[in-house]
T-cell receptor, first 116, second 113 residues
Framework: AQKVTQAQTEISVVEKEDVTLDCVYETRDTTYYLFWYKQPPSGELVFLIRRNSFDEQNEISGRYSWNFQKSTSSFNFTITASQVVDSAVYFCALGLWGTSYGKLTFGQGTILTVHP | DVKVTQSSRYLVKRTGEKVFLECVQDMDHENMFWYRQDPGLGLRLIYFSYDVKMKEKGDIPEGYSVSREKKERFSLILESASTNQTSMYLC????????????FGPGTRLTVT
C-alpha cells in the first residue's frame, strides 16, 4: 500500500520569507509519479507539478522549486520570497506507474499562511 | 476553459436522508473520481469510474455508492446519511490518455445533522 506523509500541519510565515513544505512517501513500486497540488480558499485543487520516479532532477518554476530525493523518499516543495497569494492548503500525492485510472494517494495537507 | 462543476457548494442534510452529490465535466474525460477531504486526513478516494456504467471502489467506499449513466456525469450517493459523513466532497475528472491530469471541481461541503 502507498502512503504519503506531510509532517507539517500548519506553517505561518511573513511575506518574503522562504518556506519549505516537506513530503515523505512510501511505496514498494519502483516506478511512480509524485505530485504537488495547491488548494486556495476557493476550494478547487490546482495542479503544480508532476515528477517521475526515474527523474531526480530538481525543478524550478519562478518562485517555486522542488527537491526530489529517491534515497530518502522525499519530495519537498520550497516557495522563495513568499507572498500573501501563496496562502493555501498544499497537498503532496503519489500515483503508480502503468495504471490507466489515475488513482492518487494524498498526504494530509499543509496549511500555509503568509502574513503581510 | 475546462470545467468540473458540482451541484452544490454547501448542503445540509438530516441523519438518515438519502443524499445525491452531482458532478458534471465538459471535457469528454473517461475517468471521474470522488474524494472526501477531512482536516488532518487529506483527500481520500471514495470511488472512481473509468467509463460509463463502470466503477471501482477507492479507499473508503463504505456508506457510499455511485452512478455513471452518462459520460459527463458522475453521482455520489449516500444511501442513509450519517454524521460521520459530514465532510468536503471533491469531484475530479481526467482523460484516459493522461489519467493523472486530474481537474477538480470546487467541492461540496456537506453537513449531516
Amino acid at each position: 500500500a502507498q502512503k504519503v506523509t506531510q509532517a507539517q500541519t500548519e506553517i505561518s510565515v511573513v511575506e518574503k520569507e522562504d518556506v519549505t513544505l516537506d513530503c515523505v512517501y512510501e511505496t514498494r513500486d519502483t516506478t511512480y509519479y509524485l505530485f504537488w497540488y495547491k488548494q486556495p480558499p476557493s476550494g478547487e485543487l490546482v495542479f503544480l507539478i508532476r515528477r517521475n520516479s526515474f527523474d531526480e532532477q530538481n525543478e524550478i518554476s519562478g518562485r517555486y522549486s522542488w527537491n526530489f530525493q529517491k534515497s530518502t523518499s522525499s519530495f519537498n516543495f520550497t516557495i522563495t520570497a513568499s507572498q500573501v497569494v501563496d496562502s493555501a492548503v498544499y497537498f503532496c500525492a503519489l500515483g503508480l506507474w502503468g495504471t490507466s485510472y489515475g488513482k492518487l494517494t494524498f498526504g494530509q495537507g499543509t496549511i500555509l499562511t503568509v502574513h503581510p | 476553459d475546462v470545467k468540473v462543476t458540482q451541484s452544490s457548494r454547501y448542503l445540509v442534510k438530516r441523519t438518515g436522508e438519502k443524499v445525491f452529490l452531482e458532478c458534471v465535466q465538459d471535457m469528454d474525460h473517461e475517468n471521474m473520481f470522488w474524494y472526501r477531504q477531512d482536516p488532518g486526513l487529506g483527500l481520500r478516494l471514495i470511488y472512481f469510474s473509468y467509463d460509463v456504467k463502470m466503477k471501482e471502489k477507492g479507499d473508503i467506499p463504505e456508506g457510499y455508492s455511485v452512478s455513471r449513466e452518462k459520460k459527463e456525469r458522475f453521482s455520489l450517493i449516500l444511501e442513509s446519511a450519517s454524521t460521520n459523513q459530514t465532510s468536503m466532497y471533491l469531484c475530479a475528472s481526467s482523460p484516459r490518455r493522461s489519467p493523472y491530469e486530474q481537474y477538480f471541481g470546487p467541492g461540496t461541503r456537506l453537513t449531516v445533522t
